[in-house]
C-alpha cells in the first residue's frame, strides 16, 4: 500500500490538536511551549503585563551570547532591564499602533538581530505579550503567521487561566493564612475540599528562592504567576522573597520538570518531608523554607531536600541557645576541646556512625575509612563513653546524635 506523505497542512492542523489538547488537559505552561515549540523555528518567551517572563520555549542553550534573550537566561526575568527609558517609550508606543499584529524592531543592545513581539489580550485588555528574534531562523512571514496563530492559543489559555482564578485565589489565601500563622476559615477549607483536596491526602510543600529577583511587590506577583503556570493543581502563596507551594502528591506525583524548570530559570528551592493533611503546612513550609535558603546559599545543588539538611537545622536551632552546652555529652565535649586531630575525628566518626543505623560497611563508605580502622574507632568510643552502642534505647539514640551535632559544631 502506497504511503502518503503528510501534508503542510495537515501537520498544521495535528500541531495545533497537540497543544489545544495540552491546555485541555491542564498541562503545565512548559509543557504547552515545548509543544508549540515543534512548529516555532526560534527560541520564544511569554511574558505577563509586567514584562515578566513565565514561560520560555526550548533552545535557549544555543542563543547568541549578548543578544537581549541571552542575557534572560539566567535569573534577570524582566525584559525591561534591557531596554533604555526612551527605547522602552518608543517601543511601547509602536506596540499600541500595532494592536495584536506582531511589531519587528532592532534593539540596541543587539542591532544585529531582528526580534519580534506579540501582544496578547483577553476583551481588549493586553494581558502580556509573545518575544522573539531570529536566533536560528528569519522571522519570514510563515513564522509570523505560526506566532499568531500561538498568540491565539495562548490567549484561550490565558483566558481559562484568569477564569480558573478564583479557586487559585482561595487556595493561595489558605495557604498564606497558615505560613503566617493563622487559622485557615472554614469556608475556604471547605471550598478546597470541595475541589478535591481532601485533608487526609499526602502533601508536600516545595519552596522556591526569587532573592536575586524580587525587588518589588509587583515583581513577586509575576513570579507568582511564573509558578502558577509551571505547577498547576497546587497550592501557591507568596512569602517574603519566596514562593511556597503546597502539592497533593495522592492525586499528582512530585513534578518530573521540576529540576529543568529550576536550572532554566536559575532558581534554587526546597522540599520538606511528605506529610497529611494540608493543615500541617504551617510546619512543613518551614522545612521547605529552611531547604531553599541553604540551597541558595551554596550554590551546588538546585533543590534541596530537608531531610538532607534536618541536623544541620537542628544545630542552628539549639545554638541559638547560649546554654546548649549542657546538652553535651561531658566525654563527648573533652573530645570536641582536645589538642588532638585523632580525638576530634571520633566526634565525626561516631556522627557518621550512627546516622548509618550502626552499619560499618555504609559509614565507612560515608567516611571513605577502612572498615578495620572504623571498628577500631568505634571500640574505642565505646571505652571512652562506657557504652554498648547496639544496646542504645531510641531516646539515647537521639540524645547522642544531638551531642555529636553539637560537639561536631565546634570542632568545624
Known amino acids: 500500500m502506497e504511503v502518503i506523505p503528510k501534508t503542510k497542512a495537515f501537520d ?12 485541555l488537559e491542564k498541562k503545565s505552561l512548559q509543557d504547552i511551549l515545548d509543544i508549540i515549540a515543534r512548529k516555532i523555528l526560534n527560541p520564544f518567551s511569554v511574558l505577563d ?3 515578566f517572563i513565565i514561560g520560555r520555549s526550548a533552545g535557549y542553550d544555543d542563543i547568541p551570547a549578548g543578544t537581549i534573550w541571552d542575557m534572560l537566561k539566567g535569573n534577570s526575568l524582566n525584559i525591561f532591564d534591557f531596554y533604555s527609558t526612551e527605547e ?9 499602533v500595532a494592536g495584536s499584529k506582531p511589531v519587528l524592531y532592532t534593539a540596541e543592545r543587539d542591532p544585529n538581530h531582528t526580534y519580534c513581539s506579540i501582544a496578547l ?5 493586553r494581558i502580556g505579550s509573545i518575544g522573539t528574534m531570529d536566533s536560528h531562523a528569519p522571522l519570514d512571514q510563515e513564522q509570523l503567521e505560526l506566532l499568531c496563530v500561538v498568540r491565539d492559543m495562548l490567549e484561550v489559555y490565558l483566558r481559562n487561566e484568569m477564569i480558573s482564578s478564583a479557586s487559585d485565589e482561595l487556595a493561595s489565601i489558605a495557604l498564606s493564612s497558615i505560613i503566617n500563622g493563622n487559622s485557615v476559615p472554614s469556608a475556604i477549607t471547605d471550598e478546597l ?16 528562592d526569587f532573592s536575586d529577583i524580587v525587588r518589588s511587590d509587583t515583581e513577586m506577583a509575576s513570579c507568582l504567576s511564573l509558578v502558577k503556570m509551571q505547577f498547576p493543581n497546587t497550592m501557591v502563596a507568596p512569602f517574603i522573597d519566596q514562593v511556597i507551594v503546597c502539592t497533593d502528591l495522592t492525586r499528582q506525583n512530585r513534578c518530573s520538570s521540576l529540576t529543568s524548570f529550576m536550572e532554566q530559570y536559575d532558581l534554587y528551592g526546597g522540599v520538606s518531608y511528605p506529610f497529611v493533611g494540608f493543615d500541617n503546612c504551617s510546619i512543613y513550609w518551614k522545612q521547605a523554607s529552611y531547604a531553599a535558603s541553604i540551597s541558595g546559599k551554596n550554590k551546588d ?23 546548649c552546652d549542657v546538652l553535651l555529652i561531658p566525654s563527648l565535649a573533652s573530645l570536641a576541646n582536645s589538642s588532638k586531630k585523632s580525638d576530634r575525628i571520633l566526634i565525626t566518626c561516631l556522627k557518621a556512625y550512627l546516622l548509618n543505623g550502626r552499619s ?9 575509612v577502612h572498615r578495620n580502622t572504623l571498628i577500631y574507632r568505634i ?34
Open 12 to 23: 498544521l492542523a495535528s500541531w495545533k490538536s497537540d497543544v489545544l489538547m495540552a491546555m
Open 49 to 51: 503585563n509586567n514584562s
Open 88 to 96: 522602552w517609550k518608543k517601543l511601547s508606543a509602536n506596540f499600541t
Open 121 to 125: 489580550f483577553n476583551e481588549g485588555k
Open 193 to 208: 475540599l470541595s475541589l478535591g483536596w481532601d485533608d487526609n491526602d499526602e502533601f508536600e510543600v516545595t519552596a522556591f
Open 301 to 323: 545543588i538546585r533543590i534541596k531536600e530537608y531531610r538532607d539538611v534536618q541536623f544541620k537545622h537542628m544545630k542552628e536551632v539549639i545554638l541559638k541557645d547560649n546554654a
Open 360 to 368: 560499618l560497611s555504609r559509614t565507612s563508605l560515608s567516611l571513605k
Open 379 to 412: 571500640r574505642r568510643l565505646e571505652e571512652i563513653l562506657q557504652l554498648n552502642f547496639d544496646l542504645l534505647t531510641d531516646d539515647q539514640m537521639a540524645a547522642m546524635i544531638l551531642s555529636c551535632c553539637l560537639a561536631d559544631s565546634d570542632t568545624n
